[in-house]
């Protein structure tokens, strides 16, 4: 390693050296050569720093280890380095990596926050320049680093998902991706990356794909490396990824993944520029809304505020996974129309309110609260979810699980909006409508204080929802 300043006349520091000798070994010993001493002024030091040496031992123009038990093919091992110069002005470091290296060791080079690779000694690659601000009397000291060895890739297994394709993931689920690492020398950085498309490019479930988006949420691990000892080696590496909040518009450009096997690509590098890339397939399953909650023993308003898998209501309320009880006891669903009163549907729809009759308590203190998962889609986050009312008689309406709801944000009341053409002559619950109800401007948008929610475990309405208020998913508001 070479050094200088570009003053005039130029200041410099050469023929620093590091490296491996089976003679050599960890302590300092002969092969060992300290930095002369600096005296007077103008000048530049360069010289490699071991602190675990005492004294004037830790800076070093020559600077050897033993080659004796090292694994130089699946280990780097780190060579710290400061220049340390009065001058103001550009300092160039060049480093030759090929002399007595004739068994192509790789030799990675960092500048504290830079990192890249030294291929020979004509590349671009092998010389750093940096601007110096020291000055007469106080100095400036300059800290990176070289890594030499290890040409061995990171061992990568999938956790979760796993390997075998069986791994269940909902858009809008809350979920830890994980893979396991075993490498010696610590990883430079994750970065993953999604395929919703079928499996149709390979032979097997895990085959590489083409048509891959990287995740933008994903960070890299570790999320500031600032040091090439700063990685994980030998551990897992956990990500969180809601699905549906964090790549909301990769996931609503894919509507068929539903059901389909997805893939994950795991692209894991430690600091010697070694690369892993692990292909992982999983289930993408539908979305999932729990109905939690006490629900009393008779009458209960409700709606889906999601588009289910399966219409009918005897199936939107079996359990997917028979993780969860679902419904104690027997169930009816109702809807209401004016011209035909109640009416028991074939089918349930997202945004609708229905009357529900429960034959048993559905609550905690019975130990089965809740009415289970229900599976199915999403309302889009850019589109409207539309629904039909009832023109001249009372409607029940419900909220849709949109993106902005997964941090726990629903829709609030004032969000809602209906347009003049369906909604001018119809009514909710209260008989509340639009501002021309209170003897203002017809508006398309609803008035926010004709809203009144019922409470389920209270089997009662609720005080008036506000403008400002949270709407829940799957309480009906009238």
């Known amino acids: 390693m070479d050094s200088d300043v570009e003053s005039v006349p130029p200041y410099v520091d050469n023929t620093n050296t590091a490296g ?10 002969t092969y060992d050569v300290p930095e002369p001493p600096q005296l007077g002024n103008n000048y530049i030091q360069t010289y490699f720093y071991e602190s ?31 220049a340390k110069t009065d001058q103001s002005d550009t300092v160039t470091c060049t480093f030759d990596v090929t002399t007595n290296n004739s ?33 007469t009397g106080s100095p400036e000291t300059k800290d990176f680093a070289v890594l030499m060895g290890d040409v061995t890739a990171p061992v990568v297994t999938p956790v979760f ?17 994980s893979v396991s690492v075993d490498n010696s020398c610590p990883v430079r950085k994750t970065t993953i990356a999604f395929s919703p498309m ?28 600032d040091d090439p000892t700063n990685g994980i080696a030998n551990a897992n590496l956990t990500f969180d990824w809601v699905p549906y909040a964090d790549d909301w518009a990769l996931f609503s ?45 008779g009458w209960c308003l409700l709606s889906l505020p999601l588009t289910p898998v399966d219409p009918l209501p005897a199936n939107v309320f079996v359990t997917h ?26 089918s349930m729809v997202i945004g609708k309110g229905y009357f529900m009759s429960l034959y048993e308590d559905n609550t905690t203190a019975a ?51 209906f347009s003049v053409d369906n909604f001018t002559t119809a009514y909710t619950w209260t008989e509340a409508t639009t501002t021309a109800d209170k003897g203002g401007d017809a508006s398309i948008w609803i008035d926010p204080t004709s809203f009144v929610a019922f409470d389920n475990s209270a089997g009662d309405f609720t005080t008036t929802v506000l403008g400002s208020a949270d709407l829940v998913p799957a309480r009906v508001t009238c």
């Open 367 to 417: 130990g089965n609260a809740g009415l289970g998962t229900v599976k199915g889609t999403i309302a889009s986050e850019t589109a409207n979810t539309d629904l039909t009312l009832d023109p001249g008689g009372p409607n029940l309406v419900g909220v849709s699980v949109r993106n902005q709801d997964l941090g726990g944000n629903h829709l609030q009341a004032d969000d809602w909006l």
């Open 253 to 297: 450009g894919s509507p068929n993944a539903i059901l389909n096997l997805a893939q994950l690509r795991f692209i894991t590098e430690d600091w010697s520029g070694n690369i892993d890339t692990t292909f992982v397939c999983f289930k993408l399953v539908p979305d999932e809304f729990d109905f939690t909650g006490d629900y009393l023993a």
């Open 321 to 346: 996974t028979g993780n969860d009880s679902g419904i104690a006891g027997g169930f009816n669903v109702f809807s209401y129309s004016l011209d035909e009163g109640y009416t028991q549907p074939s």
């Open 52 to 82: 675990s040496f005492s004294g004037f031992r830790r800076k070093l123009s020559s600077d050897f280890r033993s080659y004796t038990g090292k694994n130089l093919d699946s280990s780097a091992y780190v060579f710290r380095i400061q």
């Open 161 to 177: 998902p796993v390997a075998d394709s069986t791994s269940e993931i909902s858009r809008n689920g809350n979920v830890t991706l």
């Open 20 to 29: 491996f000798d089976a003679s050599a070994t960890d302590t300092f010993d």
């Open 198 to 225: 079928p499996d149709s490019t390979g032979p097997a479930p895990n085959f590489p794909r083409q048509n891959f988006t990287t995740l933008s949420n994903m960070p890299v691990v570790p999320a500031t490396p």
């Open 103 to 135: 068994l192509d060791w790789p030799v990675a080079f960092w500048n504290g926050t830079d990192y890249q690779n030294l291929l020979g000694a004509t590349d671009a690659d092998n010389e750093y320049k940096y601007l110096a601000t020291g000055s």
